[in-house]
Structures are given as C-alpha cells and as structure tokens.
C-alpha cells in the first residue's frame, strides 16, 4: 500500500484537534497533549476506516508511533 501522508497528517489534525502537524514521523504516544491511550486507539479506528482496512488485535496493541503506524500500513 502507498502511504498518503497527507491523509495521516489530516487524521491527527482532527484527532488530536490541531492545526499544524510538525514532523509527522516523530510522533509517539506522548508527543501531543492529547495523545493517550484512548486518543490513540481513536487515531488507529480513524485509519482504518480511511485507508479500509482492518488491523489485527497484535497490530493495535503495538502501533504507538506514526513510524509504527506507517510500517504496519505497508503490510496492508
């Protein structure tokens, strides 16, 4: 699968409910005021519904980055 940053950058944007996303590859869990676990799980929900498709319950539990989250996105 071809990784659409802009996608991405537009889904942590809404999730997080901000205006600029500064180096999208270095944010983690933490990196953002809002982002903790259940943030998390809404930004990983929101992706699978914009890119269609399903991550596996390993998957979810171990995507806590934007460079995990793009890793896994390449297996689909």
Do not use: Q, R, T
């Not at 802009?6 to 983690?28: A, M, P, Q, R, T």
């Amino acid at each position: 699968m071809k990784i659409d940053n802009k996608k991405i950058v537009n889904i942590v944007k809404k999730i997080f409910k901000i205006k600029k996303v500064k180096n999208l590859n270095n944010l983690k869990i933490g990196s953002l005021k809002n982002w903790d676990s259940l943030a998390n799980f809404n930004l990983l929900l929101e992706i699978e519904k914009e890119f269609k498709i399903k991550f596996s319950n390993i998957d979810f539990s171990s995507i806590k980055s934007i460079k995990e989250l793009k890793k896994i996105l390449k297996k689909y």
